[in-house]
């Protein structure tokens, strides 16, 4: 008899799983569970669908060649054979037999197996809030929820949305809504900012500005603790009062589905998820396990990693097709890479935030760069703001995030420096990095390369100060007395700060520094600014030189303050 | 008396080295020489220039913040003496001395340093053919020749250019001329493809094909024998006959200038180039070198590397400039990045074309996969075509290059093989290699993943068959009787192709190959064919299973197929 391989769940991680073994063994008999009618979707792709981006549900579901993956596809295109609207009740891996239950007709069977794959996926964690219950309340977990959300709103059905969780899901949802639909949009977190732990507080609010231009609120630091109506969704109730809302959208992360393989005894992470080791193998060789329901570990500090991310699932699930086949093929610890659109903008990273990374136990420090994506001399460009998270003691990288109008660069920009998270890179990696020039796709000192000259230069301590949060700090206090505020931009462009301000404002070119610099007080702690943060570093050498005592550079200068939303 | 350092050449490397040393050490004294009156340029903006995006030679020489780099600028905001019209004739290197003259004057003098940077760059590799001395034959070497071309267009004084050379600057003036300017333009290549070296002929030829779609002439295996004219050229004459111009621009590679060095005795190589190591030091450990006159070494095979690229320079200055201040700096082995903007679409790569790995004695093959370059159901995307270049013996990653529409996208996915080539990357490196996913961004097995998994198929003998070209032989050569060439689309999708070539084009869509494999002969070779490869492999697995012999996957499908321009 053939070998027979089951996967459980048939979403992203137990197609690929499936398929890869069935190419590689031919001879194979492999079966595919779900207990969903809807299986082999992008997921992911569900914001773009509600926003009418992808205008049919079946768009997630078909091939790059317009071919839908239903139960006919996998068994004539792909041979496997799929059993949907099926659940997986129990797995006896003493006779190696999954139990199953169709859930259309409720008869129960079981099936043999010699080796067997849990991709079981994760499922929205609930909030348990009163109300959640609701008619037009959803948590997006899957296809019917996308669908359900997409024809009320082509009925017209909403006009006011609250999204609550400012994660990837939350912010393209709170986008799809505001940006295609005109539904007037709030984003309710319980975290102060947007993308929390993925990226730093001024990352995020220059997204969250960006949003908020395109005309969605935030409610940051906010807990939700009801919603109300009468059937449907009326009101979400946060500290701050009650928001109006016909169509509430909970999207608070997800919890790894492991109960089947718990139950089994298969080796789970306390914190939730199935352990598997770098071959996706669990803790039983004849059972592997990826995707959103598993846990890898960090390329940054070798932690337990849950990244519940359809390309995760993907490429891991073509290593378990072929160490299925008998391979031994390895999946690498992963850094965390992400991106997300937000309306005219992109935000990535991998690796660490700088806030991850302090929590983790690293003495880390960062970097915020805002330079051109190319040449600037190049007449289309954008400009691209990074931060670069470093470790103090040995200038190790932890981390890269970023964001630019110019998404494609953007995410360039990161994939090049998640390529080299697992070598465990340091500054002097980055800061060379061999990305490719052309006046039209890089700078000849490329903004990558540059924010890793940043980091080595406020680690050797000769760039010294701070990005536009603490400038708006200092800002506030300006009438302390303590600061001087000194532009070192030409004239024409720190004048009209000068008129705005005359008692705060300063102007000293940095080129005349040398000769004027008996004007600029001794007393005062300068705290510098120029458009970017390139000359003000400048400034601040030549400051430092001539004995001025406590020189503050704006890194980011003027733009970054600007992105930030520093009144000003 | 402070530290004098002294650097030779002040176009790209030598205004880094100088600022990046005055910027660590405020106290020593730097001057920088230069024999042209215009420096510190972005010599690869000239296409630009000339093309009209860029508007006034001076952006080329201008920060970011429009400050043009003058002798004031460098005085007065980098601290660093420039004297320009100076050429240093001789390097004393028993008395630390530099003999300068002054081209202004013929004024003759002498310069102590206690360090020596040498960034003489690289001058345009002559042709000396007969009548390349006429009036309107250029060789781009400097921002003067710039300025000449751009004034003759702006006059209308030409019509009809021809490029010598089709690299990256022949191939981006030919698109100056052609795109902004209207003039008809021919590119003579004496190698048989563009880009010879860099990329395969299959991406070559696709890009060539863009190109003469927006109106540029090509004449490729062909030298240039003379340039005919009567003061100013009319006629460049090749094997082919005589093409008509009354523009010439000779692009043919640049010569490392390192006579100074060869005369004070450094070490230089034997193909031209001065010798550093990882400290970007010289034989001797006072004098550093870099740029365009240095040779580095390959991250691929450790063989020497002439790398002449605006980057690489302003890269290996701020190393120079470390080191020079006393720092352990290094410069890592370079894989050549490179990438160009041709009209509407964008050519890139990193380490080695399979030419150039076979002529470096690897035991390579490659694999070529089109593929859109984000989720494919995200409306706005572009079909990627991606070549990698692997060594058989033990899997390396010898290379990548690729050929895209989203310029952005195409740089971005090289550059993420680029940071990992001195790792000496597997193709598990890249077939894992964490691509930030998002459905604006990528695919959740992305492009630049797919095209590992595609080279590991191949390798293991799942995936066989053939790319584009050779295709085109076998179409060529269909009434031979020996091949059947066997659409594996849905019917809709061959249907043209049955009714147009009803004796060669057979159709069974993959689905149906398993009830309908004994239509299918076994006398002759089947070359499958789909869209873009990818059922043509699963088609090309089945049917290997059933016992066929002979099976060849077309690997790229009609995509490529009509990219490269066979003519079906």
């Not at 603790?225 to 009062?241: L, R």
């Not at 992963?334 to 935030?353: L, N, R, Y």
């Given at each position: 008899m053939s070998e027979h391989v089951v996967v459980i769940g048939a979403v992203a991680l137990g197609p690929k799983a499936a398929c890869r073994f069935k190419r590689i063994r031919q001879d194979a008999k492999v079966t595919l569970i779900d207990r969903d009618d809807i299986f082999s979707y992008g997921g992911c792709g569900i914001p773009y669908y509600v926003s009418g981006?992808?205008?049919?549900?079946?768009?997630?579901?078909?091939?790059?060649?317009?071919?839908?993956?239903?139960?006919?596809?996998?068994?004539?295109?792909?041979?496997?054979?799929?059993?949907?609207?099926?659940?997986?009740?129990?797995?006896?891996?003493?006779?190696?037999?999954?139990?199953?239950?169709?859930?259309?007709?409720?008869?129960?069977?079981?099936?043999?197996?010699?080796?067997?794959?849990?991709?079981?996926?994760?499922?929205?964690?609930?909030?348990?809030?009163?109300?959640?219950?609701?008619?037009?309340?959803?948590?997006?977990?899957?296809?019917?929820?996308?669908?359900?959300?997409?024809?009320?709103?082509?009925?017209?059905?909403?006009?006011?949305?609250?999204?609550?969780?400012?994660?990837?899901?939350?912010?393209?949802?709170?986008?799809?809504?505001?940006?295609?639909?005109?539904?007037?949009?709030?984003?309710?977190?319980?975290?102060?900012?947007?993308?929390?732990?993925?990226?730093?507080?001024?990352?995020?609010?220059?997204?969250?500005?960006?949003?908020?231009?395109?005309?969605?609120?935030?409610?940051?630091?906010?807990?939700?603790?009801?919603?109300?109506?009468?059937?449907?969704?009326?009101?979400?109730?946060?500290?701050?009062?009650?928001?109006?809302?016909?169509?509430?959208?909970?999207?608070?992360?997800?919890?790894?589905?492991?109960?089947?393989?718990?139950?089994?005894?298969?080796?789970?992470?306390?914190?939730?998820?199935?352990?598997?080791?770098?071959?996706?193998?669990?803790?039983?060789?004849?059972?592997?396990?990826?995707?959103?329901?598993?846990?890898?570990?960090?390329?940054?500090?070798?932690s337990p990693l849950f990244l519940p991310m359809g390309s995760m699932a993907n490429r891991q699930g073509r290593v378990i097709g072929g160490n299925l086949a008998g391979r031994n093929e390895k999946f690498p610890?992963?850094?965390?890479?992400?991106?997300?659109?937000?309306?005219?903008?992109?935000?990535?990273?991998?690796?660490?935030?700088?806030?991850?990374?302090k929590q983790a136990g690293f003495d880390a420090i960062s970097v915020t760069l805002i330079m051109a994506d190319r040449a600037h001399f190049y007449p289309e460009k954008d400009m691209m703001s990074l931060e670069l998270v470093v470790d103090k003691s040995n200038r190790r990288v932890l981390g890269i995030q970023g964001l630019s109008a110019g998404g494609d660069a953007m995410v360039g920009r990161i994939n090049a420096v998640a390529a080299i998270m697992k070598f465990q890179p340091t500054i002097e990696d980055v800061s060379n990095l061999e990305v490719a020039y052309s006046p039209p796709f890089a700078s000849a000192m490329d903004v990558l390369n540059s924010v890793a000259n940043m980091a080595d230069n406020a680690l050797a301590g000769m760039n010294h100060g701070h990005g536009p949060d603490t400038f708006a700090q200092l800002w506030t206090d300006r009438d302390s007395g303590q600061y001087c505020f000194l532009d070192v931009r030409e004239n024409a462009d720190a004048e009209p700060f000068l008129k705005k301000y005359p008692e705060h404002w300063h102007n000293v070119p940095q080129g005349e520094i040398m000769r004027r610099h008996e004007e600029i007080p001794r007393d005062k702690k300068l705290v510098l600014v120029c458009n970017t943060g390139g000359r003000s570093y400048e400034a601040q050498i030549m400051l430092d030189a001539l004995g001025f005592e406590e020189v503050l550079n704006t890194q980011g200068g003027m733009a970054m303050i600007k992105a930030y939303g520093v009144d000003i």
């Open positions: 981006d992808v205008s049919e549900s079946n768009q997630l579901r078909t091939t790059a060649f317009h071919m839908v993956r239903d139960e006919p596809f996998f068994r004539d295109i792909k041979g496997v054979d799929v059993l949907s609207s099926t659940e997986a009740t129990q797995i006896d891996r003493v006779n190696k037999q999954v139990h199953i239950k169709n859930l259309r007709t409720g008869e129960e069977s079981v099936l043999s197996y010699d080796q067997l794959v849990i991709g079981t996926g994760a499922t929205p964690r609930k909030l348990n809030l009163p109300g959640e219950d609701l008619e037009n309340v959803y948590y997006v977990g899957n296809m019917h929820d996308a669908e359900k959300i997409k024809q009320g709103i082509t009925e017209g059905r909403y006009s006011k949305a609250v999204v609550v969780g400012a994660g990837f899901i939350g912010l393209e949802m709170a986008e799809a809504f505001s940006d295609m639909w005109g539904i007037e949009t709030t984003v309710v977190e319980i975290f102060d900012q947007i993308l929390p732990r993925m990226c730093s507080p001024v990352l995020a609010k220059m997204g969250q500005k960006h949003m908020e231009e395109q005309g969605v609120t935030f409610k940051l630091g906010q807990t939700v603790s009801a919603i109300i109506g009468d059937g449907k969704a009326e009101k979400v109730v946060i500290a701050d009062g009650e928001i109006e809302a016909d169509l509430v959208i909970i999207s608070a992360g997800v919890i790894p589905n492991d109960k089947l393989a718990r139950e089994c005894g298969l080796a789970c992470s306390e914190r939730g998820g199935i352990l598997v080791d770098e071959t996706m193998r669990t803790s039983d060789p004849l059972i592997f396990s990826g995707g959103d329901c598993a846990i890898i570990k960090n390329a940054v500090d070798g610890p992963a850094a965390g890479s992400w991106c997300v659109k937000i309306f005219e903008k992109a935000m990535a990273g991998t690796g660490m935030s700088l806030g991850a990374a």
